[in-house]
Antibody, heavy 120, light 108 residues
Framework: QVQLVESGGGVVQPGRSLRLSCAASGFTINTYGMHWVRQAPGKGLEWVTFISFDGNNKYFADSVKGRFTISRDNFKNTLYLQMNSLRLEDTAVYYC?????????????WGQGTLVTISS | EIVLTQSPATLSLSPGERATLSCRASQSVGSYLAWYQQKPGQAPRLLIYDASNRASDIPPRFSGSGSGTDFTLTITSLEPEDFAIYYCQQRYSRPPLTFGGGTKVEIK
């Protein structure tokens, strides 16, 4: 069955970098669009970034544009989120999510999330 | 950016009652609206996609309706496991994808 497992979260200082990983199983990530969505503590959901199935299209929320990059390793079937110049407001649980079959940009499957805390 | 406004913020109901949740878009999103359920400490779960289609393994007590700017999620008879926060999300205009602020369905 489809499974997404995030890792890489932790506590980092403002201005530093962090890379999150999302290991996929039960499907191949180069056949679906993939996303990162975050949720600040006690807050709602915020879409962060998207990579198309073929990797040709990447989109970012304005709040992270120029600081975050999305990539994937098809051999490892793993999605990544490189986060640079981190800010206090980037503190959140970060989820990776897969497009739902037949409804792109609908989040059909989610990982369990990884917590990123930005603190001095 | 399309803004989604959910109402009410909190819905206090008893098990067995009917829940009606609203999501209003700042401009038309056609039928490109989804609903998610999130329980404490868990990832969201897709319930409804494209306004009225139930996702896999979602029980029939959940239904979605609407188009354009006004959408409704209905839970016909609340089960104990249905008490959670519900979010709507549009995919009509992207990026960015946007979510509503959520409706908490709590036990009365």
């Amino acid at each position: 069955q489809v499974q997404l497992v995030e890792s890489g979260g932790g506590v980092v200082q403002p201005g530093r970098s962090l890379r999150l990983s999302c290991a996929a199983s039960g499907f191949t990530i180069n056949t679906y669009g993939m996303h990162w969505v975050r949720q600040a503590p006690g807050k709602g959901l915020e879409w962060v970034t998207f990579i198309s199935f073929d990797g040709n299209n990447k989109y970012f929320a304005d709040s992270v544009k120029g600081r975050f990059t999305i990539s994937r390793d098809n051999f490892k079937n793993t999605l990544y989120l490189q986060m640079n110049s981190l800010r206090l407001e980037d503190t959140a649980v970060y989820y990776c999510a897969r497009d739902y079959l037949g409804s792109s940009w609908t989040f059909g499957y989610w990982g369990q999330g990884t917590l990123v805390t930005i603190s001095s | 950016e399309i803004v989604l406004t959910q109402s009410p913020a909190t819905l206090s109901l008893s098990p067995g009652e009917r829940a009606t949740l609203s999501c209003r878009a700042s401009q038309s999103v056609g039928s490109y609206l989804a609903w998610y359920q999130q329980k404490p400490g868990q990832a969201p779960r897709l319930l409804i996609y494209d306004a009225s289609n139930r996702a896999s393994d979602i029980p029939p007590r959940f239904s979605g309706s609407g188009s354009g700017t006004d959408f409704t999620l209905t839970i016909t008879s609340l089960e104990p496991e249905d008490f959670a926060i519900y979010y709507c999300q549009q995919r009509y205009s992207r990026p960015p994808l946007t979510f509503g602020g959520g409706t908490k369905v709590e036990i009365k």
